[in-house]
């Protein structure tokens, strides 16, 4: 009898039952390299650079008006350098995306950082705009690969039973960003200058960088990286490590002819999007209806989101990986990846578009006390959501192409990133011009599409590989 879709095997294992036991102990073996405690080190250190793109990113946006008057400009003018460094995120993901596979994910770390410091503090001197600008590229440039190659170490050292656990870890880290950043961007701004926040911006790079070079190892896989094919096992390891190779940067764009990638990605861009959309107004939405004028309550009104991310990326990673050993033993021992997505579904058909609905009929039709509190609920809410797709559906990802995950994962966040960049213009013309209920209303209907989508790549996912082949994993090497 022909199996579902669901229940079809995934990508074959060998061609032998035995030569495939053989071939999937001998592969779980990369992963007993590091102890467990040596692996949460690891992830400590990768989460850590993972924080400072975002924080890159979001720290900038509330000392916006300081910038300009102190660079004598306008703030829409001084808002170009966010739009900036969302492009120069997004670059820089993908080179360092390309040459982690090639070179390995401690070079990259170890090249990256010193940009993110040298561009911090280029950005704290600046005594223009043009200056600002280009201090802002490379600062940005240099921080992009925390995030795309985080999530390939995490792939490196977690076995396919443990990574969603892992990856929930570092994505709640990482999404503390949005929640932390601005408020400490506005503190500064306000007790100190604009200028110190990228000072400590350049401090943390600069102890991340001294943590990596004293403990941080190769995590790559023995013999796999791109330098390992082209280089005789007799090479000395560190010529081999340092030897330039032209890598072309934008190769990972070419894993989104993937139907599954591409999917995945705008899934995850429709989910982040309602969050952008409750916090970047916040200040708008929330102080002029609950009448808040102080910037320090504003600023712990982005808290509840960055608890409910806190909350739902482990949960979602532990509940993930439960899920997906126990389809795999449904299975009979067959390995269908879309089963880790899943956990995602509650997020995005309830947690998600509820949230953000009812923060809109809150914010427009509803004032006082409870309101307010209410709101916060949804926001807390929201971040659990948005927690449980994004982290799921990124262990999905480095599932499906475990030899190039920094890769999928940077032409994914450089994509979502270019998708972010230019919905973010919208978001508060739209909220002036139909409110905010509807404009969270239509939030909520892009993330019901977004479900459809989850439940057609669960169901169909066998299908949607098989239209383009762009390297998938296999039981056997994931």
């Known amino acids: 009898m022909r199996m579902s879709s669901e229940e079809s095997p995934l990508l074959a294992s060998g061609p032998g039952v ?8 001998k592969h779980d073996q990369v992963y ?56 120069a995120t997004s670059l820089g993901g993908l080179c360092g995306a390309s040459y982690s596979t090639f070179y390995g994910r401690r070079a990259v770390y170890l090249s990256g950082l010193p940009l993110l410091c040298l561009g911090s503090m280029g950005v704290a001197w600046s005594r223009s705009v043009p200056e600002l600008m280009v201090w802002r590229f490379l600062q940005s440039f240099g921080a992009s690969p925390g995030f795309a190659v985080g999530a390939g170490t995490i792939g490196d050292i977690y076995k396919l039973e443990e990574r969603g656990r892992s990856m929930g870890v570092f994505f709640a880290v990482c999404l503390l960003a949005p929640t932390l950043a601005p408020p400490a961007g506005g503190i500064a701004a306000h007790y100190a200058s604009w200028r110190d926040m990228q000072l400590a911006l350049a401090i943390a790079g600069a102890l991340a960088f001294v943590i990596i070079l004293l403990f941080f190892p190769e995590t790559s896989h023995p013999g796999k990286r791109g330098i390992d094919q082209v280089q005789p096992v007799s090479t000395p390891t560190l010529w081999k490590s340092w030897k330039p190779f032209l890598v072309n940067p934008l190769r990972p764009l070419s894993l989104l002819r993937s139907p599954n990638l591409l999917a995945i990605t705008l899934v995850g861009f429709a989910t982040l999007l309602t969050s952008y959309a409750l916090l970047i107004p916040l200040a708008f939405t929330f102080g002029a209806r609950y009448h808040i004028t102080n910037d320090a309550l504003i600023g712990a009104c982005f808290l509840p989101a960055g608890f409910g991310n806190m909350i739902g990326a482990p949960l979602a990673g532990r509940i993930s990986d439960k899920i997906v050993v126990k389809w795999r033993q449904r299975r009979g021992g067959v390995w269908y990846p879309e089963d880790r997505l899943r956990v995602t579904l ?41 927690d449980m797709v994004l982290s799921a559906s990124a ?31 919208i978001i508060l013309p739209l909220i ?25 790549i669960i169901r169909y ?18």
Not at 19 to 25: K, L
Not at 366 to 383: E, P, R, V
Not at 395 to 407: C, I, N, P, Q
Request: with cysteine.
């Open 32 to 87: 007993e390299r590091f102890s467990a405690s040596r692996k949460r080190a690891i992830l400590a250190m990768v989460a850590w650079c993972g924080l400072i793109p975002p924080f890159v990113s979001w720290s900038l946006i509330p000392t916006i008006p300081q910038i300009s008057k102190d660079l004598n400009s306008t703030p829409s003018v001084v808002s170009l350098a966010v739009s900036l460094s969302i492009f």
């Open 346 to 386: 509650v997020g995005a058909a309830f947690l998600v578009p509820f949230s953000i609905l009812f923060s809109g009929l809150l914010s427009q039709f509803i004032g006082g006390k409870t309101s307010l509190i209410l709101n916060l609920i949804c926001l807390f809410i929201n971040g659990v959501g948005v």
């Open 432 to 456: 002036d011009t139909i409110g905010v209920a509807a404009t969270n209303a239509l939030g909520a209907m892009l993330e019901w599409l977004a479900l459809g989508v989850l439940l057609c």
């Open 395 to 425: 262990a999905y990802t480095v599932d499906v192409m475990h030899s190039r995950s920094a890769e999928a994962m940077a032409a994914n966040s450089g994509l979502r990133s270019i998708l972010m960049s230019l919905s973010m213009a």
């Open 18 to 25: 035995s030569h495939g036991y053989s071939t999937t102990v």
């Open 461 to 478: 996912g066998a299908q949607m590989r098989a239209w383009v082949d762009v390297g998938y994993s296999t039981a056997e090497n994931n």
